[in-house]
């Protein structure tokens, strides 16, 4: 299968701890295809929240197609996922729990559809954060002096 990525929510593995993840289409303008083809979209400060039965995507920056004319859209405008009903209650069930709630991670391409990577994930605290840094520098020194001593 191929897949063209649009867009990754870079901060998202790092302000988050992650439990979840599933693929969900978009309802977009057709503006939107051609800036997203262009790689005009920004997941940064953007979430995903479950109303009634459906599910939204807020403050996906999305840039204004140049082209576009009269038929443009709203750039930070909230956009429909399409998920299965089942998928939907299961997040449903998630996102109840205390603290948990919806990111996407990417938008990407699959057979010419737009689509978007949402993950059901925890806020990390700073000590949280702070831990991770550490681990990551530690095991990064493990591998240098492994390293080192092989050679």
Known sequence: MSERVVTRNKQARRDYEIFDTMEAGMVLQGSEVKSLRQGQADLKGSFARVEGEEVWLYDCHIAPYEQAGYAGHDPKRRRKLLLHREEIRRLIGKVAQKGLTLIPLRIYFRRGYAKVELAVAR???????????????????????VRRHKG
């Open 123 to 145: 806020a990390r605290t700073r000590g949280d954060k702070r831990r991770k840094i550490e681990e990551q520098r530690a095991r990064r020194e493990m591998q240098q002096e």
